[in-house]
């Protein structure tokens, strides 16, 4: 082919000339550049590749609420309640969605977003993550501490939803049946209830920001995350099918509860002083004890489902390190097996553990930082030495924990 023919070779789609682009590919009648092909798979990847409504039933596991919970307890231990209240909301959810459309019936059943209050460490995020896994639907977490009002520094309400999005691999018709869990959400309670010169533009004003997205609406997202622009090119989703599952620790409501209950206990119905300890006091939590922490009534009300989560106690802690399938004892024993070392922790070493947790506040995850204080020395050595057999008591473990920064944590 000559020199003059080759340069008149133009991209069928773009119309450019071979020497203006890098890469030009023939075809059988036709050629395409590398910058058409850029585009071509960017259209794929937000519009395409699209699963058909009927392949996206097909891949959701509907589990009966018993059955959710049977698998949940493999996976968490304790935390019946909030088990039994989130598996009937995401089964009555998912049923809802997989609905045949009765031309003789105009009920319509609307979603039931859900709120769980429960202290740091107990539980929220693994129970979430879990039945997302369970009935494998796309599922992504969002932390509310970062999110403001349209126009302030922060990231906007929106983002949340491009992470959905992500997580369903930009399948729209997926990730608009996902699952979405927002943490922290008592992080955006409102400041005061005396009117303020300054708006609170990370407290109450996302509150509002967040009411149209729990309720369904068509939501304009940027599908790579950050602030909206009006040149940039945005993707809609209808949230109205999406699962909205908040958690916080709601640090301080339990003496919101305790002078609710105190006040409304006089006389025959009075509470025993058993009821009054922190264990049982945050299962009187209800949606007035949420408003007065400072979340605003609309968005208390798309959120019609709420359930808690214990403190863990000492008994429950020593489960969650040896019972569950992915328990985190079991986790270090496979770590030194990889080395061909066998890993023994005597069981006064787990009370130890558990201890120094409760005594932190640290919850469930301070458990796998305290181990890792005790462990870490073992784990550097045990490569290089030649050693068959690790034994783990009580006085190596408190040795390497007090040479630990976590130690030297004080507790407010």
Do not use: W
Request: hydrophobic share 40%; glycine share 6%.
């Amino acid at each position: 082919m000559s020199k003059a023919s080759e340069e008149s070779i133009r991209c069928s789609f773009c119309g450019r000339e071979k020497k203006e682009v890098n890469v030009l590919i023939a075809g059988i009648t036709g050629h395409i550049c590398d910058s058409c092909i850029s585009q071509a798979h960017l259209i794929v990847k937000e519009e395409g590749g699209l699963k058909s409504k009927k392949e996206i039933e097909e891949t959701l596991k509907l589990l009966t609420p018993k059955e959710i919970v049977d698998k949940l307890n493999k996976h968490v231990i304790g935390q019946d309640e909030a088990k039994k209240v989130l598996s009937v909301a995401v089964y009555n959810h998912y049923k809802r969605l997989l609905q045949k459309n009765n031309l003789d019936d105009n009920i319509e059943i609307e979603k039931s977003n859900v709120i769980m209050v429960g202290e740091t460490g107990t539980g929220k995020t693994l129970l979430a993550r879990t039945i997302a896994n369970l009935l494998n639907v796309p599922f992504c977490i969002a932390d509310a501490t970062v999110l403001t009002e349209a126009g302030y520094v922060g990231e906007d309400v929106e983002s949340i939803l491009s992470r959905l999005l992500q997580a369903a691999d930009y399948n729209v018709q997926s990730a608009e049946r996902g699952i979405v869990f927002i943490d922290e959400i008592d992080k955006v309670a409102r400041k005061s209830d005396n009117p303020s010169i300054t708006r609170d533009v990370s407290g109450e004003g996302v509150q509002q920001a967040m009411l149209k997205l729990l309720e369904g609406a068509q939501v304009s997202v940027p599908p790579q995350g950050g602030r909206k622009h009006p040149e940039q090119k945005m993707i809609q989703i209808d949230t109205k099918n999406i699962l909205f599952i908040c958690g916080g620790a709601f640090d301080g409501i339990l003496k919101i509860i305790e002078r609710r209950v105190k006040s409304q206990s006089i006389g025959f119905n009075s509470l025993s002083g058993e009821e009054f300890n922190d264990e049982k006091m945050l299962s009187h939590v209800n949606q007035l004890d949420i408003k007065k922490y400072g979340i605003i009534p609309e968005l208390i009300g798309r959120f019609p489902v709420l359930t808690y989560l214990h403190p863990l106690t000492k008994e429950t802690l020593i489960s969650i390190l040896i019972d569950p399938q992915n328990a985190l004892i079991k986790q270090y024993v496979k770590l030194f097996e990889m080395d061909d070392v066998k890993l023994i922790i005597k069981d006064e070493v787990l009370n130890y553990i558990v201890e120094k947790a409760i005594l932190l506040k640290l919850g469930a995850r301070g458990l796998r930082s305290i181990c890792e204080a005790i462990l870490t020395e073992s784990m550097f050595n045990a490569p290089e030495k030649d050693i068959k057999e690790l034994i783990i008591d009580v006085s190596y473990a408190e040795k390497q924990f007090l040479k630990s920064k976590i130690s030297k944590l004080k507790v407010a």
